[in-house]
C-alpha cells in the first residue's frame, strides 16, 4: 500500500502484532477526556459598551461567542457543528458592537488551495462573515482573510489572494476588488474617519506602505524607498502615519540563523496629503538593531499626548518604549529581564495592557503600563496563568485567559477592582480530568556545554518507593516557543501538555524542554549561536535533557523516548540519529529531517545554488546526516496537505532508514496541515504514539 494513501492507525497493527492501547482501565482519564474542554481564542472586545466575544473550539466544532454586560454569562452567536476542520479567526466587532465579523477555513498552500482536511468532496473555502451580536444566520461578505471594518460600519476591506477586496456588511453588493496594485498586499489599516485605507505591498527583496483614497480615487506610496516597509498606525487625527522602515539586506531577510545584530531598524512618520516622511528613530547597533515583533493586533501604539509606543530589544530583552511623534529620545516602559507579549491599548489611549514573564520568567501574567510612564503595575500573579488582556470600550472592565496547572484555559472578565469572573460557567465538560492532573515541576539541568535549560517535569501521581519508570523528552516546534507549567496559550501546545499529562498518568515520567532558540528568556537565548541549520546548537539540549532524566532516581536510564512536533520532530528525529545509545524509541509529528532540502522548497532559498558551504553545514546539521548512526524505532506521523514542512521530509526520512533496517512506523493523515485542524486526527495520533511508546519503552 503506498506510503500516502495510508490515513488510519489500522497500518500499526500491520506493523506490530500488538493490539493498540486504549484508554479503558489504563491510566485516570483518556485522551477524549483530557483534550474535551472548549479551547479560547481571538478574545476581543466592542470598542462601544462592554461587550467582549471569543472563539471556542469545542473537540473540532468552532463557534464565535459573546458576553454582555452586565452579567457577562457566555453565549454562542454561531453553531457550527461537528468536527469539520474549518478555522474560525481574526474576530472583530463593528464598530456599534451589534455585529461581529470573522473568517472561516484555513489559508492556502502554495498551490493556492484552502485546507480540506476531511477530504470533503465538495472542497473548502475560505472567507469572510458576519454574524449578528444577538446570534442568527451568518453572511459571508467575501472570499479572503484579513478584514479589516470600516470606522464608519458600512463595509469590510479584506484580502484575497494577496489583493485587497471590500464588501458592504448588510450584504446589499457582492464583494469587488478595491483597487489594483502591484505586490502582495496585506496590514489594512482604515483611518480614524473610515475615508482612506492604508496598506503594506510587499515585493520581495523591498515593501511600501500605501493609502488608498476611494474619494479621490488614488494610491499614494508613502516616501518609497529600496527598504522594507511595514506595520502602519494611523494618527488620531488621521493626517499622518508612522511605520516600520527594515534596512533591506540579504543578512535581515535570511531566516532560521541568529540575528543578534543587522543594519538598524526604524520608525518614520509620515504626513499622508504629501507623502513624505521623517525618521523618528533609529534604532542603536549591536542589540536590538533587528526588529523584535510583539505578539498583537499592531507592532505600532499612537498614545495619548501624541506620543507611539514600540517594541525594541536594546537591552536583549523584548520591551515597550515611548517617543514623541515628533522624535526625540525614548522612554522604556518596561524594564527588567523579562519579556513582553500579547499588547493592547485601553480605549482612552492612556494605558497598555500586556502579558509578560515579569519576576516568573517561566509562566505569563497580566501587567499594565502608563504610556506617559511610570512602575508596571502587576494585574495577575501566583502560580495560574494568563494572558489575552483586552479593556472593553466602556473602559470598566477588563477580559484574559486564565489557566493553571491543572485549570483548562477558559475566558474570564474583571469588572472594576471585583473578583474574576468566568465568562462560560459550564463549558467544560463534568468529566474533564482535573483532580486527576500533575502539577509539573519547574526544573533546570545543564545541557552538554553548561547552559542552563529550563523544563517541566511531569512525574506520575502514584509514585511507589524505589520504583525506576520509563521516561519521554518532549521539545516543542516553532523554535520560537516557551512551554509552560501549565495549560498552554497556544491551541497545538494546549494539546501537546494534555498529551504530557496523558502519558504521566500512564506511568511515564515526561521532561518538556525549553531548548536554546525558543523564547521568554532573552535575545541570547533566542538568538542561539549556530542553532538549527546553522550547526544545529540545540542538540547539546536534547542530550543534556537525556543525561538529567537517566540520572535521576525515578527513572529507568535504559528506556528514555523522545517526542515532538514540528521543530520538536526535528530534535527528536536528531536525538535519535545521534544518540540512539541514550534514546531508545521516538514519536516525530512533521518534522524537519534536511534543512538544505526545506529551505529549497519552502524558504525558496537554494543555500545550495549559492553557497555550497552554508548547504553542506545545513545538511550536517540534519538527521538524514546522521542515519547511518540510528538504531532506535521511530513513529512518523504526518499530514500530506502540511504547508510548514513538507510531506517528503518524511518520505525521504522513511526511505533511508528503512534503507539501513531501522524500524519505521507510520500514521499519515491525508489532506491534513501541519497543525492538524481536526480534533480527531489528534486523538489518533497521540493515541499511536502513546500505543508506540509504551510497546517500545515498557508500561
Known amino acids: 500500500m503506498p506510503l500516502a494513501a495510508v490515513g488510519s492507525f489500522a497500518l500499526l497493527s500491520l506493523l506490530d502484532a500488538t493490539p493498540p492501547a486504549t484508554d479503558a482501565g489504563r491510566g485516570a482519564f483518556t485522551l477524549e477526556q483530557v483534550m474535551s474542554a472548549p479551547f ?29 454586560p452586565p452579567g457577562y454569562r457566555g453565549r454562542a452567536v454561531t453553531s457550527y457543528t461537528g468536527d469539520d476542520g474549518q478555522e474560525i479567526a481574526e474576530l472583530a466587532f463593528a464598530p456599534d458592537g451589534k455585529s461581529l465579523v470573522y473568517v472561516r477555513g484555513g489559508e492556502h498552500n502554495r498551490a493556492g488551495e484552502v485546507p480540506n482536511p476531511k477530504s470533503d468532496p465538495a472542497g ?80 520581495g527583496d523591498h515593501g511600501f506602505v500605501g493609502v488608498f483614497d476611494p474619494g479621490a480615487k488614488t494610491i499614494r506610496y508613502l516616501d518609497p524607498s529600496v527598504d522594507r516597509d511595514g506595520e502602519p498606525v494611523w494618527s488620531p487625527d488621521g493626517r499622518r502615519l508612522a511605520f516600520v522602515r527594515i534596512p533591506s539586506s540579504p543578512a535581515s531577510r535570511e531566516i532560521l540563523r541568529p540575528h543578534r545584530e543587522g543594519p538598524p531598524w526604524s520608525l518614520r512618520v509620515a504626513d499622508v496629503a504629501s507623502g513624505q516622511s521623517r525618521e523618528i528613530f533609529r534604532a542603536d547597533t549591536g542589540r536590538g538593531s533587528v526588529f523584535r515583533a510583539i505578539v498583537g493586533p499592531d507592532q505600532l501604539l499612537w498614545v495619548d499626548g501624541d506620543r507611539i509606543v514600540f517594541p525594541w530589544e536594546k537591552d536583549g530583552w523584548t520591551h515597550l518604549y515611548a517617543i514623541p511623534a515628533g522624535g526625540g529620545s525614548p522612554t522604556l516602559l518596561t524594564p527588567g529581564e523579562f519579556e513582553v507579549e500579547d499588547v493592547r491599548l485601553s480605549p482612552d489611549r492612556k494605558a497598555i495592557l500586556y502579558s509578560s514573564n515579569q519576576d516568573d520568567i517561566d509562566r505569563r501574567h497580566l501587567w499594565r503600563v502608563a504610556v506617559a510612564g511610570g512602575r508596571p503595575v502587576a494585574l495577575t500573579s501566583g502560580a495560574g496563568l494568563e494572558w489575552s488582556p483586552v479593556a472593553t470600550g466602556d473602559g470598566k472592565t477588563i ?57 517541566q517535569l511531569f512525574r506520575p501521581a502514584d509514585p511507589k518507593p524505589g520504583q525506576r519508570r520509563p521516561a ?78 537517566r540520572g535521576r532516581p525515578e527513572v529507568d536510564g535504559a528506556h528514555i523516548g523522545l517526542w515532538g512536533g514540528s521543530y520538536g520532530g526535528y530534535l527528536t528525529a536528531l536525538g535519535l540519529a545521534r544518540a540512539s545509545d541514550l534514546f531508545a524509541a521516538g514519536v516525530d509529528l ?57 510531506f517528503q521530509q518524511s518520505v525521504a526520512l522513511a526511505e533511508a532508514l528503512r534503507e539501513r533496517g531501522v524500524t519505521v512506523e507510520h500514521l499519515i493523515f491525508p489532506d491534513e496541515v501541519h497543525d492538524f485542524l481536526v480534533q480527531a486526527h489528534w486523538i489518533e495520533a497521540y493515541r499511536a504514539a502513546t500505543d508506540f511508546l509504551e510497546r517500545n519503552l515498557g508500561k
Not at 501549565?486 to 524542554?513: D, E, K, P, T
Request: charged content about 20%; proline content about 6%; some cysteine.
Open 40 to 68: 479560547p481564542s481571538d478574545l476581543t472586545a466592542a470598542s462601544t459598551g462592554g461587550a467582549v466575544a471569543w472563539v471556542f473550539d469545542t473537540s473540532g466544532a468552532r463557534n464565535v461567542w459573546i458576553a454582555e
Open 124 to 203: 473548502s473555502t475560505q472567507a469572510v462573515h458576519v454574524v449578528a451580536a444577538a446570534g442568527g444566520e451568518p453572511r459571508p461578505v467575501g472570499d479572503g482573510a484579513s478584514p479589516a471594518v470600516s470606522p464608519r460600519g458600512d463595509r469590510a476591506a479584506f484580502v484575497q489572494k494577496d489583493k485587497v477586496w471590500w464588501a458592504p456588511l448588510d450584504g446589499s453588493e457582492k464583494a469587488t476588488q478595491a483597487f489594483q496594485a502591484r505586490g502582495d498586499c496585506g496590514n489594512l489599516r482604515w483611518s480614524p474617519d473610515g475615508s482612506r485605507l492604508a496598506f503594506t505591498s510587499r515585493r
Open 399 to 455: 477580559a484574559f485567559v486564565s489557566a493553571g496547572p491543572k485549570k483548562h484555559p477558559s475566558p474570564a472578565i474583571r469588572v472594576g477592582g471585583g473578583p474574576d469572573q468566568d465568562l462560560a460557567p459550564g463549558a467544560i465538560p463534568a468529566d474533564f480530568p482535573t483532580a486527576s492532573l500533575v502539577v509539573p515541576e519547574t526544573v533546570i539541568f545543564s545541557a552538554m556545554d553548561g547552559l542552563s535549560i529550563h523544563a
Open 472 to 549: 519521554v523528552i518532549f521539545f516543542h516546534g516553532g523554535s520560537r516557543r516557551q512551554m509552560l507549567p501549565g495549560w498552554h496559550y497556544m491551541y497545538y501546545y494546549r494539546n501537546a501538555y494534555a498529551m504530557n499529562q496523558y502519558l504521566a498518568s500512564r506511568g511515564f515520567v515526561v521532561l518538556s524542554v525549553n531548548y536554546r532558540s525558543g523564547i521568554g528568556y532573552g535575545m541570547e537565548f533566542r538568538e542561539a549561536v549556530d542553532f538549527g541549520a546553522k550547526g544545529a546548537s540545540e542538540y547539546r539540549d536534547v542530550a543534556g535533557a537525556g543525561l538529567y532524566l
Open 590 to 646: 512533521h518534522g524537519v529531517h534536511d534543512w538544505s532540502d526545506w529551505f529549497r522548497t519552502v524558504a525558496g532559498d537554494d543555500i545550495g545554488g549559492k553557497n555550497a558551504a552554508a548547504a553542506r553545514l545545513a545538511f550536517e546539521s540534519s538527521p538524514m546526516a546522521d542515519v547511518k548512526t540510528w538504531r532506535s524505532p521511530v513513529l512518523l506521523i504526518h499530514g500530506d496537505d502540511d504547508r510548514n514542512v513538507p
